[in-house]
């Protein structure tokens, strides 16, 4: 699965350029660094607009029109690939909604509730990377306006993330892996062929404070590598 991530450059301009992004007012404006992007938060994802990829806001957690109320995106922060196309949730958004979500790490913990470790996986050279992501548009019953809201496909682990969990984000890692996903007529083969595994070589580990174990705390801080003899480590 994928619980938290983030996305830590302070130049906007180089997130861009990373993802070949075209970017828009509302991009240069708004965007920040996060070190620690939780559930229900607001980030980015990325659509093809003209063949042009475009950024957009949008909350994390996705919400279909049917959806009685907002927090119900709490539960579709994660899509599983295996079923992405034949389960309700995603099913319309596989087809009308691919996205990508920009990061440049994401976290998973090994420990129990009360001593909970989290590893962040990340670039070896920390560089930006896409998640394979779904997005809608939705106005549910009572509101004024349409709001978007995103999720994260998940695959079988890799090596590398398997030693802690036995899921992962779909990473894309390369440009025409990101334009396959994002070209409206690709073949569906084609699409579920990209939700594999990642290379290991992709990424590598560490351990890192446990500030990041809650949602109230965003700041470099919570990268800082774990002392050994408080954190250890698994791989």
């Given amino acids: 699965m994928c619980g938290r991530f983030s996305l830590t450059p302070e130049n906007v301009e180089f997130v861009a350029a990373q993802l070949g992004i075209s970017p828009n007012d509302v991009f ?14 607001e980030h980015w994802v990325v659509t093809s607009e003209r063949e042009e990829r475009v950024p957009h806001h949008a909350t994390w957690g996705l919400v279909n029109w049917w ?8 539960k579709h922060i994660n899509v599983r690939a295996e079923s992405i196309d034949s389960t309700r949730v995603s ?13 440049d790490g994401f976290f998973e913990w090994t420990g129990d509730a009360k001593s909970r470790r989290p590893f962040w996986f990340h670039r ?11 997005q809608v548009s939705s106005r549910i019953s009572g509101e004024a306006a349409p709001m978007r809201t995103f999720t994260i496909v998940t695959t079988s682990a890799n090596p590398l993330v398997a030693n802690i969990h036995d899921r992962m984000p779909v990473i894309l890692p390369d440009s025409d892996a990101i334009d396959a996903w994002l070209h409206a007529d690709e073949p569906v083969e084609r699409l579920k062929a990209l939700l594999r595994p990642v290379d290991e070589q992709f990424l590598v580990a560490r351990p890192v404070s446990q500030r990041v174990n809650s949602v109230k705390y965003d700041d470099p801080e919570c990268l800082e590598e774990a002392e050994p003899e408080t954190q250890g480590s698994l791989l």
């Fill in 91 to 103: 099913r319309e958004a596989f087809q009308t909604g691919r996205c990508v979500i920009p990061a």
């Fill in 124 to 134: 070896p050279d920390d560089g930006v990377f896409a998640f394979a992501g779904l």
């Fill in 67 to 74: 959806e009685k109320e907002r927090r119900a995106g709490a």
């Fill in 28 to 41: 240069e404006e708004h965007y920040i660094p996060r070190w620690n992007i939780a559930p229900m938060q």
